[in-house]
């Protein structure tokens, strides 16, 4: 098999083989009450400082009336505090309870391990070349999601 071939096997089966395994990975017993999506909604809020519904759902490429219901469903399950801004009070505010930093922190060792487990073995010339791939496919993305 060439390397082109090589390469579309091994990117198709990892982009599905990830998103099993990680939803395999980080929805344990403690966090079974959420998706993947959800999951990675927490991981958008972060830990530091509270951000508005649009920060993060530009950040996620998605409407903030899409994120607002999955917020509403992460609120009621007390993984997210929503506030208003003290500076603008028509300004919506999320962050993360404790149960939320609890699973931010839950996925954030699991993506840990993985990059570990990708870096091991690889020099440093080898893992420029593997960021600078990886930059490349993330451009592709970035464009093919425009064209969408």
């Known amino acids: 098999m060439d390397s082109f071939s090589t390469i579309n096997e091994v990117l198709v089966k990892l982009f599905n083989e990830i998103m099993d395994i990680e939803e395999k990975a980080i929805i344990t017993d403690e966090f079974k009450d959420i998706s993947n999506k ?17 920060t993060v759902a530009k950040d996620l490429s998605v409407t903030v009336g899409t994120l607002t219901i999955a917020v509403n469903n992460l609120v009621k ?22 149960k939320g930093v609890r699973a931010y922190e839950h996925h954030e060792r699991f993506h840990n391990e993985m990059v ?33």
């Open 38 to 54: 959800d999951m990675h909604i927490i991981e958008a809020i972060g830990k530091e400082d509270p951000k508005s519904m649009s």
């Open 77 to 98: 399950k007390g993984y997210v505090n929503r506030m208003r801004s003290e500076i603008d009070r028509r300004v919506v505010l999320i962050c993360l309870s404790e």
């Open 116 to 148: 570990k487990a990708t870096l091991e073995g690889l020099d440093e010339e080898q893992i420029e070349v593997l960021v600078q791939a990886l930059g490349n496919l993330r451009a592709f993305f970035k464009g093919y999601r425009k064209r969408g």
